[in-house]
Nanobody
Framework: QVQLVESGGGLVQPGGSLRLSCAAS????????MGWYRQAPGKQRELVAR???????NYADSVKGRFTISRDNAKNTVYLQMNSLKPEDTAVYYC?????????WGQGTQVTVSS
């Protein structure tokens, strides 16, 4: 059983920054592949960024150069640094991992980019 708890969302103006955090339970966090997804109203949930146990990363084209995913295995936490935010980044952001072929999701944190 893995529990994921996101935090750090909020309201920010276009061009601003936010850092999301996802705290995970579990002894083996360091080997988990961790991902950030988002879901905007009326749209499907989409992958934003992913980081492997070795620190390799990949990003959606829409966020490349603006978002950075990172992890701190000592704190069982994965981060998403979001810079140069745009209104189209508005969504609920979810943390995700897969362990033993089972998907785990956090409860989500709302990010709203608006002036």
């Amino acid at each position: 059983q893995v529990q994921l708890v996101e935090s750090g969302g909020g309201l920010v103006q276009p061009g601003g920054s936010l850092r999301l955090s996802c705290a995970a339970s579990g002894t083996f966090f360091s080997i988990y592949v961790m991902g950030w997804y988002r879901q905007a109203p009326g749209k499907q949930r989409e992958l934003v960024a992913r980081i492997t146990s070795s620190g390799s990363t990949n990003y959606a084209d829409s966020v490349k150069g603006r978002f950075t995913i990172s992890r701190d295995n000592a704190k069982n936490t994965v981060y998403l640094q979001m810079n140069s935010l745009k209104p189209e980044d508005t969504a609920v952001y979810y943390c995700n991992t897969a362990v033993a072929a089972r998907l785990y999701w956090g409860q989500g944190t709302q990010v709203t980019v608006s002036s």
